[in-house]
C-alpha cells in the first residue's frame, strides 16, 4: 500500500507543531530571562533544529510541557505577544500530530514507572484540553468563525489506537464548562425514528465529575448518542465508529429557556 500521503501528511503535521510550539516557548523564555528564572528557562529553551531532530514522541512530550507552561504564566506573557489563539492553535497542532503517530511501544511503557507518569501525562492533557474549552469561550462572540472552527475540530478521530474506543465529553453550550451526571445513552442509526428505550439501547452511561464517559464496547457502525439531563434541552448526534479508530465526540448542551 502506498503510503506517501500518509508520510507527507505527517511530516507537514510535525512541521507545524514544531513551529507553534517554538513560537510559544520563545515568549516562555523571554519571560523567564526577565524574571531570572533559571528552572523555566531550562525547561522551555530549545532551538528550532533540535526540535525538529527529536523523535515523535518527545515533541509531543516537549508540546505538552510548553501548553502547561503558557497556561500558567498566561498573564504575564500576553505582554510579550502572546494571545489565547496562540494556546489554541498549539493544542490543535498537538492533537492533529498525536493522531498522526502510531502509540508508543509497548517496550516504552513496560514498567510500572513509566505507565504511571503516561497516566499522568494524560491526565494533564486533558486538563489542558478543558482549559483551552474554557478559554475558546471567550473568543465565541468577537471572533464567531474561530470559535465554530475550533468546536468542529474537538471532534477528533485518532488513527491506529488499536483499540476501538469512543469517548463523549459533555458541554454546557455557553460557557463551556462540563456537565456531570449527564446520561448518555446510544443507540444504532438505523433506529430512525424509534423512541430511544431500554429495548434498542447498545450502551448507557452517565457523565462523570468532568463530563467525560468512555467506552470500548462498540463494534463498526453508525450509531446515535442521545444526552439529557434535568435542566438542559435533550440532544441528538450520530456518529460513526470504525475498527482501529477512536473516537472524541464534544457535546454541547442548552440550558432549558
Excluded: C
Amino acid at each position: 500500500m502506498n503510503k506517501t500521503g500518509v508520510t507527507v501528511n505527517k511530516a507537514e503535521l510535525k512541521l507545524n507543531l514544531v513551529t507553534q510550539t517554538i513560537e510559544s516557548s520563545k515568549k516562555l523564555q523571554a519571560f523567564a530571562t526577565f524574571e531570572n528564572d533559571p528552572v523555566l528557562l531550562r525547561e522551555t529553551k530549545i532551538s528550532l533544529s533540535k526540535l525538529k531532530n527529536k523523535s515523535a514522541n518527545e515533541i509531543v512530550d516537549y508540546a505538552q510541557l510548553v501548553i502547561e507552561r503558557a497556561e500558567t504564566y498566561k498573564m504575564d506573557i500576553i505582554s510579550l505577544g502572546f494571545k489565547d489563539e496562540d494556546l489554541v492553535v498549539l493544542a490543535k497542532a498537538l492533537a492533529d500530530f498525536k493522531a498522526a503517530i502510531p502509540k508508543r511501544r509497548i517496550s516504552e511503557i513496560e514498567s510500572g514507572q513509566n505507565s504511571t507518569k503516561m497516566e499522568a501525562g494524560y491526565a494533564r492533557a486533558d486538563k489542558a484540553l478543558e482549559n483551552i474549552d474554557i478559554l475558546v469561550e471567550i473568543l465565541k462572540l468577537p471572533n464567531p468563525e474561530f470559535y465554530k472552527g475550533y468546536r468542529a475540530s474537538r471532534r477528533i478521530i485518532v488513527k491506529g489506537s488499536g483499540t476501538l474506543s469512543t469517548r463523549y465529553h459533555v458541554v454546557d453550550a455557553v460557557t463551556g464548562q462540563s456537565i456531570s451526571g449527564v446520561s448518555i445513552l446510544v443507540t444504532p442509526a438505523d433506529s430512525g425514528a424509534v423512541r430511544t428505550n431500554k429495548s434498542n439501547v447498545v450502551l448507557e452511561k452517565v457523565s462523570g465529575e468532568k463530563g467525560w464517559a468512555n467506552d470500548k464496547s462498540l463494534t463498526a457502525g453508525m450509531y446515535k448518542v442521545t444526552v439529557k439531563k434535568i435542566g438542559y434541552v435533550e440532544k441528538e448526534v450520530s456518529f460513526a465508529v470504525t475498527d482501529g479508530e477512536m473516537n472524541l465526540l464534544v457535546i454541547e448542551l442548552n440550558k432549558n429557556a
